[in-house]
C-alpha cells in the first residue's frame, strides 16, 4: 500500500522551514527519501532503518517513528536549491525490497 | 563513477507501436529496477532483477510489458501494442545488493509520449 505524504504542496521564503511528512498502514522496515527537480532524476537524500533512527546532514534531517510508522523530513533555513518534489519510499523489509512511493510533496521555495 | 543511465531520453510513438526502453546500471550493482512515474504521481515499481534469480514481475501492468536483463548488465524494458495510458516517464534504478533498506540510484528516465 501507498504511504501517504503531507502536505501535498508548500511555499516557503528562503530561509523558512518545513516538515514533509510519510506515514504508511504497513508495518515498515526502512524509509527512503528523494528528492526530484522537474524532468530530472530523484536524488537520494537518506534512508532510515526501524529503530526509531534520526538522520540528517546540512539543514536536512529526518525521523523515523517504527511504532507509527511515519517517518518526518526537516528542511531548515530552506535555499532556492530546496525547492522540488520529495518523495518518501517505505519496505517492509526481509525479502520485501520493493519501495513503494508516496505521491510526493511539491516544495517551492523563493527568494 | 558513471551512473545509471537510461535511453532514449525521450520517445513518441503512435498508439499500437512496440517500445524498447534501455537502461544502463551502475556496474558492479546485481539489483537492477523499473518504474513507472505518471504525470504528478509517485514512482511506481514494475519490475526487479537480482543476479541470476528470476525477476521479480509482479508490478508489470499488464502482458504488454516485459523486461530481459543480460547477466548483471543491460535491461531492456519493453511494451508492446503500446496504449496512451502507457505515457510516462520511465525510471530505472540499481543497487548494490539488492536488499531491503539499501540506497537505490536512479537513471534520468526516459519520457514515453503515446500519440
Known amino acids: 500500500q501507498q504511504p501517504v505524504q503531507s502536505p501535498q504542496a508548500v511555499i516557503l521564503r528562503e530561509g523558512e522551514d518545513a516538515v514533509i511528512n510519510c506515514s504508511s498502514s504497513k508495518a515498515l522496515y526502512s524509509v527512503h527519501w528523494y528528492r526530484q527537480k522537474h524532468g530530472e532524476a530523484p536524488i537520494f537524500l537518506m534512508i532510515?532503518?526501524?529503530?526509531?533512527e534520526q538522520k540528517g546532514h546540512d539543514k536536512i534531517s529526518a525521523s523515523f517513528n517504527e511504532k507509527k510508522q511515519q517517518s518526518s523530513l526537516y528542511l531548515t533555513a530552506s535555499q532556492l536549491s530546496y525547492s522540488g518534489t520529495y518523495f518518501c519510499?517505505?519496505?517492509?523489509?526481509?525479502?520485501?525490497?520493493?519501495?513503494?512511493f508516496g505521491k510526493g510533496t511539491l516544495l517551492t521555495v523563493n527568494p | 563513477g558513471a551512473g545509471v543511465s537510461q535511453s532514449p531520453s525521450n520517445k513518441v510513438t503512435e498508439k499500437g507501436k512496440d517500445v524498447e526502453l534501455r537502461c544502463d546500471p551502475i556496474s558492479g550493482h546485481t539489483a537492477l529496477y523499473w518504474y513507472r512515474q505518471r504525470l504528478g504521481q509517485g514512482l511506481e515499481f514494475l519490475i526487479y532483477?537480482?543476479?541470476?534469480?528470476?525477476?521479480?514481475k509482479s508490478g508489470l501492468p499488464s502482458d504488454r510489458f516485459s523486461a530481459e536483463r543480460t547477466g548483471e548488465s543491460v535491461s531492456t524494458l519493453t511494451i508492446q501494442r503500446t496504449q496512451q495510458e502507457d505515457s510516462a516517464v520511465y525510471l530505472c534504478?540499481?543497487?548494490?545488493?539488492?536488499?531491503?533498506?539499501?540506497?537505490?540510484?536512479f537513471g534520468p528516465g526516459t519520457r514515453l509520449t503515446v500519440t
Open positions: 532483477f537480482q543476479g541470476n534469480s528470476a525477476p521479480d
Open positions: 534504478a540499481s543497487s548494490l545488493v539488492g536488499l531491503a533498506g539499501e540506497k537505490q540510484y
Open positions: 532510515l532503518l526501524k529503530g526509531g
Open positions: 519510499g517505505t519496505d517492509s523489509g526481509g525479502s520485501n525490497y520493493k519501495l513503494t
